[in-house]
């Protein structure tokens, strides 16, 4: 099969291959240990090694490299396949049966190198007359892999029907609900033959990688290993290798490590399992519904195609800055026509919605976007050369050559772009084609002419005021000082790009691009730049009048984000003059606001007023507005919330790569956790807090360009040039003055900025004391020191770190709720973190089969620490079934309906982790008093009665993102100011209830070994209470006949009775919404006379009857194997969902 081309060295691999062909430009080798004669001792050692020890690359036995005369350099571009490992490693007898294994692998050598020959006899006879037509070993080495990259593309068609067998698919579906029993929902997305490892011993089995869970299963030699992990509950998940394993997949998950190896497609494997816990985790913790991709909107539909088909669409929009409603829909191989440089340079058209993109892939770093709505037409001036033109306005058109289904391609752009359609455009359809064609002409007659590439700036109309930077400092053309001279410079450097590369939307981005930021964007050019490389001028055009609407919405509106927004307008660079007027402060006001109105998830948080202010100052108000909206929901994505999860997930990053590029740093200073809370604002603010704002623009430049690398390059070289100080330095305190003199000395030489707008120092004001640093100077050299850093490398850095940084924070969390709870229960701190654990986990249940769920819509991250996970009535339901003290309760549903009521006490249909832990605790450890306390009130309102509309009542304000304050202050006060209950303050049982509550006892006992005289104990108790209240009635009215009162008695110890017979089998079925209304029910079916005579007893009198019968007292002292029942649960948990 053939390969992707990739660079390895020969000279390490002459002792496992021997040459068996070679000429000019290839080479085709066997590895040691296979084909005729076994290779010897070396052979079976090599062969060993591939086999046992780690075949994750799976070794084929044939390859073919290739090379040029004048180069070191060898590329791997085919191999032969050798038999498919995993159904060999599956095979119990493997690891038996050694000798019949190499046996086996002989065999299939033979075949494999059929299939190795026909590669090289085709490599002979189409591939070496071609290259020696080229000059350089360059021009050759590219032309082999573009050739091989597209034999690849054509195999891969054929092998995609194979690999997406769905004979073989449903039977791995089968074994794997067999094997796990996971509930039916659960949605199987992919499978591998891998190796996992239990200490040092590989078990060889299969992978399952489901919606929300990692399964593997392995049963070898009498063995069963089984795995089941959930998404949400990862802490890592990496690629490593060691001494032992080259490489393997690394999966941490409740503080246990687990490693996976002898993968076929190992990186491929691992990009499902990032994808699957990535999509777990924006859909449980972050509560994304992926509404605008239909894919993933569905937990039970996720497929492998899918996960990949949004991977490469968040890439996609990552890279071009397009808006988060785009989709990658196509992907052409191509050639682009580049004027400026008079060559075709090789690359790939992305084509979306609303979007058509190309990318180069030969290192030139060019693209373009093009807005479909650029579009004028589009031609096919050259079958032959299966090229096509796009013509867009501003009298420019691209030219794509080589592109293979460039027919479908046109007219797809045209039907997005409505060309053959719109009546316009039919209209006019002969005048833009003759206008295209001689477009056209004139582009191929004379490549040198690049003045066609000049576009027309487009006017954006704005909503309020123009940029304050242009009000308070407008430039003085009079002006001829060495500064505005050198402005005037920068000026004229990017009108001579923009008319080679074009101006606007579809201006080409190349290297020089880039130069050009590093080196100063002009005070004239950098709102315009600053819309152009976010992608902000794409959103506003395709909103237009949206943020004056948001504006008219939002005004007079009072939130609690409206409220922080007031706070911190004058806080927002204050020694600005734009900031100390009414104009600044007013249009900053409405920014935030209308942000926040459009944004209710994100709100307003810190920093984004910082933020704004420089954006205004050098855009208008309503590009500052989509500015924001860039920044915040694209190229800084979950920064900006309570949380600051992507904040501290870039702080991850910025550690490793302190690791990687400065190890001195690294040594002296082992703990890196000074060098995160240090660049937290950093990274928050894009150093604006802490360098002055004519500095700190020159890195929002380049942070509009490059993204969050700019700003980590930038901290790398901070660091770097004060190694030396921070390496001598004593503590923190003087590692964070250092760093502060530093930003103090940074200037802005050519800033032609007066004084006035200037941002004084915040720090030291003594500038005689140290020297200056020009911000110029310090990007320039953080782009050649760190500009190595690849946006892929960051990007992958990010998903490795931000589980670890979710888990932490959800670690975090449950300790202080742990520590609040455990103040007010008797639970050890290992059980609270158990029931913690089970808590969560029930609420998680309830979301991973559906996006609508009530429990998942509930939870809010920024709510107070106990209400961050909360369980609906069927979620405890479950949940208390697996932990109650009562093992053979006979009414559970009900129980646990009465129960839930009880302890919800702001009654909003949810319960917290703290009040489900304080029920357990009473009916656990509580006294016999306590208990018999809490199944008392379980048969009084609000508990034993419903709501008049008959259901549970919900909180019409959650969920929605809002926080009432006076709420939350008067539920702490109350707290404050309650006073223990005490059994004084209960109310009176009447007879309904008392019935009920003799049910209930009847119940809890049912089962019980000591079930018969505990039953005789109740029915005592019954008729002495009954006994009791027919004497006192009779001493509070004595003038009555004494007859008058038989039939009350004689009645209530006839319902009595008939309680304790009722079978208990009538109560097991009872449901939730029935059972409420059954001791009504009973009360009535009692006889007539009850409801002629109203009787009641208070707790002190059940109490007392109940202390006297040693039965019940023994029954509720008897202790509770805590530990028993949460390790069963834990067990239990996942089948007793999979069994509803």
């Known amino acids: 099969m053939w390969l992707k081309p990739e660079e390895i060295l020969l000279k390490n691999a002459f002792k496992l291959w021997v040459t068996e062909e070679d000429n000019e430009y290839f080479v085709l080798q066997r590895r040691r240990g296979y084909g005729e004669g076994g290779g010897g001792l070396t052979g079976l050692l090599v062969g060993t090694l591939d086999t046992v020890l780690d075949s994750t690359s799976k070794v084929a036995p044939y390859r073919i490299l290739h090379h040029t005369p004048d180069s070191q350099v060898y590329w791997s571009i085919a191999c032969g396949m050798s038999l498919d490992f995993h159904l060999i490693m599956a095979n119990p007898q493997f690891f038996s049966d050694l000798r019949r294994l190499f046996f086996t692998l002989d065999v299939v050598s033979g075949?494999?190198?059929?299939?190795?020959?026909?590669?090289?006899?085709?490599?002979?006879?189409?591939?070496?007359?071609?290259?020696?037509?080229?000059?350089?070993?360059?021009?050759?080495?590219?032309?082999?892999?573009?050739?091989?990259?597209?034999?690849?593309?054509?195999?891969?068609?054929?092998?995609?029907v194979l690999e997406e067998d769905p004979e073989k698919f449903r039977e791995a579906l089968l074994r794997f609900e067999k094997w796990f029993e996971l509930p039916p929902e659960e949605k199987l997305v992919t499978y591998y033959s891998c190796s996992y490892w239990k200490g040092k011993v590989p078990c060889q089995g299969w992978l399952y990688l489901s919606t929300n869970f990692l399964c593997f299963y392995s049963y070898l030699l009498g063995s069963e290993v089984k795995l089941v992990i959930s998404w949400d509950e990862i802490w890592r998940l990496e690629k490593t290798s060691n001494v032992l394993l080259?490489?393997?997949?690394?999966?941490?998950?409740?503080?246990?490590?687990?490693?996976?190896?002898?993968?076929?497609?190992?990186?491929?494997?691992?990009?499902?399992?990032?994808?699957?816990?990535?999509?777990?985790?924006?859909?449980?913790?972050?509560?994304?519904?992926?509404?605008?991709?239909?894919?993933?909107?569905?937990?039970?539909?996720?497929?492998?195609?899918?996960?990949?088909?949004?991977?490469?669409?968040?890439?996609?929009?990552?890279?071009?800055?397009?808006?988060?409603?785009?989709?990658?829909?196509?992907?052409?191989?191509?050639?682009?026509?580049?004027?400026?440089?008079?060559?075709?340079?090789?690359?790939?058209?992305?084509?979306?919605?609303?979007?058509?993109?190309?990318?180069?892939?030969?290192?030139?770093?060019?693209?373009?976007?093009?807005?479909?709505?650029?579009?004028?037409?589009?031609?096919?001036?050259?079958s032959s050369s299966r090229a096509l033109t796009v013509c867009v306005r501003g009298k420019r058109a691209l030219r794509f050559s080589e592109v293979r289904d460039y027919q479908r391609l046109a007219n797809t752009i045209r039907s997005r772009c409505g060309i053959s359609a719109s009546p316009q455009h039919s209209a006019s359809s002969e005048a833009i084609r003759g206008e295209c064609q001689s477009l056209i002409n004139h582009f191929e007659d004379n490549p040198e002419d690049v003045t066609l590439m000049v576009g027309q700036k487009g006017s954006s109309k704005a909503v309020s005021t123009e940029a304050l930077m242009t009000v308070f400092h407008p430039q003085d053309v009079e002006n001829l000082d060495p500064k505005m001279l050198k402005e005037k410079m920068k000026e004229q450097s990017w009108n001579i790009h923009f008319s080679e590369y074009g101006r606007g939307t579809s201006m080409f981005f190349t290297k020089k691009t880039r130069d050009l930021i590093v080196r100063g964007v002009p005070e004239a050019l950098r709102g315009e730049l600053w819309m152009l490389l976010s992608g902000a001028v794409n959103d506003m055009a395709t909103h237009p009048g949206y943020y004056a609407e948001l504006v008219e919405q939002s005004l007079g509106t009072s939130t609690l984000a409206t409220d922080e927004i007031e706070r911190d307008l004058h806080r927002s660079l204050p020694e600005h003059p734009a900031f100390q007027s009414d104009t600044g402060i007013s249009a900053l006001r409405r920014v935030l606001t209308a942000y926040a109105y459009r944004n209710p998830k994100i709100g307003y948080c810190q920093a984004m007023n910082i933020l704004t202010s420089v954006l205004l100052l050098y855009a208008k108000e309503e590009e500052a507005f989509w500015l924001l909206v860039a920044v915040c929901e694209r190229m800084l994505p979950d920064y900006f919330n309570r949380r600051i999860i992507g904040a501290l997930v870039d702080q991850a990053v910025f550690e490793d790569l302190i690791r990687d590029n400065l190890p001195q740093l690294v040594e002296h200073m082992t703990d890196l956790s000074f060098f995160s809370s240090v660049s937290l604002s950093w990274f928050l603010t894009l150093f604006i807090s802490v360098l002055p704002i004519e500095s700190a623009v020159n890195v929002v430049d380049c942070f509009f360009y490059d993204g969050i690398k700019a700003i980590l390059q930038l901290g790398l070289a901070v660091l770097d040039y004060n190694m030396e100080a921070l390496i001598s330095c004593h503590d923190d305190a003087e590692a964070v003055t250092i760093l502060n003199k530093f930003f103090d000395s940074v200037t802005n030489k050519d800033s032609p900025l007066p004084p006035t707008v200037q941002q004084a120092p915040v720090g030291n004001n003594d500038k005689a004391s140290h020297f200056n640093v020009d911000i110029s100077a310090l990007v320039r050299e953080a782009y050649e020191k760190y500009g190595h850093i690849r946006s892929e490398e960051v990007e992958s850095s990010r998903k490795r770190n931000k589980l670890h940084v979710i888990q932490t924070l959800e670690d975090t969390t449950k300790q202080n709720v742990i520590r609040v709870v455990s103040q007010e229960v008797r639970f050890s701190a290992s059980q609270l973190d158990e029931l913690y654990n089970l808590f969560k986990r029930q609420h998680f249940l309830c979301c991973y089969w559906t996006m609508k769920s009530p429990t998942l819509l509930h939870h809010d991250p920024s709510l107070a620490y106990l209400e961050q996970y909360q369980l609906g009535f069927q979620q405890f339901s479950g949940l208390f079934s697996l932990l109650e003290p009562w093992a053979f309760c006979a009414t559970k549903s009900t129980l646990s309906l009465w129960i839930f009521r009880l302890i919800d006490e702001n009654q909003d249909g949810l319960v917290n982790f703290k009040e489900f832990c304080c029920a357990l605790d009473t009916l656990y450890s509580g006294s016999f008093t306590n208990k018999l306390k809490f199944l008392f009130k379980l048969h009084l309102p609000p508990a034993f009665d419903l709501p008049e509309d008959g259901v549970i009542r919900k909180s019409p304000e959650r969920g929605r993102g809002k926080v009432d304050l006076q709420a939350y202050l008067k539920q702490w006060q109350n707290e404050i100011l309650k006073k223990e209950e005490t059994i004084k303050d209960l109310p009176r049982?009447?007879?309904?209830?008392?019935?009920?509550?003799?049910?209930?006892?009847?119940?809890?006992?049912?089962?019980?070994?000591?079930?018969?005289?505990?039953?005789?104990?109740?029915a005592h108790v019954t008729s002495l209470l009954l006994r009791m209240e027919e004497v006192g009635r009779r001493l509070q009215e004595p003038s009555s006949p004494p007859e008058s009162t038989k039939p009350a008695s004689t009645a209530a110890a006839a319902a009595a009775a008939a309680a304790a017979e009722e079978p208990s089998t009538k109560e097991a079925t009872t449901t939730p919404e029935s059972s409420d209304t059954s001791g009504s029910h009973s009360s009535q079916d009692a006889g007539p006379d009850l409801s002629e005579m109203e009787w009641s007893f208070s707790f002190e009198q059940v109490l007392a009857s109940l202390l006297n019968e040693p039965a019940i007292v023994s029954f509720f002292d008897r202790p509770v194997d805590i530990q028993t029942k949460l390790g069963h649960a834990k067990v239990a948990q996942l089948k007793l969902k999979a069994n509803k």
């Not at 090289?120 to 360059?138: A, C, G, K, P, Y």
């Not at 049982?989 to 509550?997: G, K, L």
């Open 246 to 382: 080259t490489e393997s997949i690394h999966v941490l998950a409740h503080g246990e490590d687990h490693y996976f190896s002898m993968l076929l497609h190992l990186n491929e494997t691992f990009v499902i399992m990032e994808q699957l816990a990535d999509y777990s985790i924006k859909r449980l913790f972050d509560k994304e519904a992926f509404q605008r991709e239909p894919a993933l909107a569905d937990p039970l539909q996720i497929t492998k195609r899918g996960l990949e088909a949004h991977a490469k669409s968040e890439q996609f929009r990552a890279f071009f800055r397009l808006p988060k409603e785009e989709n990658l829909l196509e992907v052409h191989e191509s050639f682009l026509w580049v004027p400026f440089s008079h060559f075709n340079t090789l690359g790939k058209i992305c084509l979306s919605e609303n979007y058509l993109c190309f990318a180069s892939q030969d290192g030139s770093q060019c693209h373009i976007i093009i807005p479909m709505r650029e579009v004028v037409n589009v031609e096919k001036p050259d």
């Open 989 to 1018: 049982i009447n007879q309904a209830q008392f019935i009920q509550f003799s049910k209930t006892l009847y119940n809890i006992f049912h089962g019980d070994p000591e079930e018969e005289s505990l039953y005789r104990a109740v």
């Open 111 to 160: 075949v494999t190198k059929e299939e190795i020959v026909q590669h090289w006899e085709w490599l002979q006879q189409n591939i070496m007359r071609t290259l020696s037509v080229f000059d350089s070993s360059e021009d050759i080495t590219s032309f082999v892999q573009g050739k091989i990259r597209g034999l690849i593309a054509e195999e891969g068609k054929s092998s995609l």
